[in-house]
C-alpha cells in the first residue's frame, strides 16, 4: 500500500449530472476526511469518517453531496445535480488517529472534477 | 471564527538563498500547525508541523517557528532549491474540536525559485 488513492482523478460531466469519486485510504488507517479545493485557494474541509462512522460535515456540503464509507475502508463522495460551482479538486486524506492523535495523516492526489 | 491567513501570495528567490514563508491565524485555541507543499496536481505533502506547547521545530533544510502571542507562524526553507517550487499552505487544528484532524487551511504562498 503506497498511499491514498483516489480515483477517478479527473472527471469532466454536464450539468445536472451525478457524479461519484472513490478514496481508497492506507489500509490501516480508520479516519477518512473530504476536501475541496478551489483555485487558488486551499482545502477546505467537507466530511470526517471514523471507520465507517460520519461524525462531522461542514455546512459546505450541501443536500446534493453524500459521504460514505460502509465497511470503514474505501469511501465514496457523490454529487448530485451537478453545478458550475462545484468545479474544484476533492482532495481525501487518511490517518491511523486514537483520541486526539493522528499518525500518518496522509492525502491523496485528488479527483479534479469540471462541471459544463 | 477561525480563520489563516499569508502575508504574501507569493514569493521569488534566487536558488541557494534562503525562503521564509508566513502565516497569521486568528483561533487563539489552535493548538496544531502544520505546513504543506503542494505541487500542480498532486495533493498537499506534509513538510513539518508543530505543536503550541513549542515555539521552534527543526526538519530537514526547514524550520518552523510559532508565535503565539501574535498568533504567528512561519516557515524557513535553508539553500532553497528550484524543486522547492511549488504552493505552500499552513494549516490548523483547534483543540476543543471533536473532530480529530479537521484542518483548517491557508490560502497558500506561491513558492518560485530562479536556477
Known amino acids: 500500500d503506497t498511499g491514498v488513492s483516489q480515483n477517478p482523478r479527473h472527471k469532466i460531466t454536464k450539468r445536472g449530472q451525478n457524479v461519484t469519486f472513490r478514496c481508497d485510504p492506507i489500509?490501516?488507517?480508520?479516519?477518512l476526511y473530504w476536501y475541496r479545493q478551489t483555485l487558488g485557494q486551499g482545502p477546505e474541509f467537507l466530511t470526517y469518517?471514523?471507520?465507517?462512522?460520519?461524525?462531522?460535515k461542514s455546512r459546505l456540503l450541501s443536500d446534493r453531496f453524500s459521504a460514505e464509507r460502509p465497511k470503514g475502508s474505501f469511501s465514496t463522495l457523490e454529487i448530485q445535480r451537478t453545478e458550475q460551482g462545484d468545479s474544484a479538486m476533492y482532495l481525501c486524506?487518511?490517518?491511523?488517529?486514537?483520541?486526539?492523535?493522528?499518525?500518518?495523516?496522509?492525502f491523496g492526489s485528488g479527483t479534479r472534477l469540471t462541471v459544463v | 471564527g477561525e480563520s489563516v491567513g499569508l502575508h504574501l501570495p507569493t514569493l521569488s528567490v534566487q536558488e541557494g538563498d534562503n525562503s521564509i514563508i508566513n502565516c497569521a491565524y486568528s483561533?487563539?485555541?489552535?493548538?496544531?500547525f502544520i505546513w504543506y507543499k503542494q505541487e500542480s496536481g498532486k495533493g498537499p505533502q506534509f513538510i513539518i508541523d508543530i505543536r503550541s506547547n513549542m515555539d521552534k521545530r527543526q526538519g530537514q533544510r526547514v524550520t518552523v517557528l510559532l508565535n503565539k502571542t501574535v498568533k504567528h507562524l512561519s516557515l524557513q526553507i535553508a539553500a532553497t532549491q528550484p524543486g522547492d517550487s511549488a504552493v505552500y499552505f499552513c494549516a490548523l487544528e483547534y483543540a476543543g474540536g471533536t473532530s480529530y484532524g479537521k484542518l483548517t487551511f491557508g490560502q497558500g504562498t506561491i513558492l518560485t525559485v530562479h536556477p
Open positions: 486524506a487518511s490517518a491511523r488517529g486514537t483520541g486526539n492523535q493522528n499518525y500518518g495523516y496522509t
Open positions: 483561533n487563539s485555541a489552535s493548538d496544531y
Open positions: 489500509s490501516e488507517h480508520n479516519r
Open positions: 469518517f471514523q471507520n465507517e462512522a460520519q461524525l462531522e
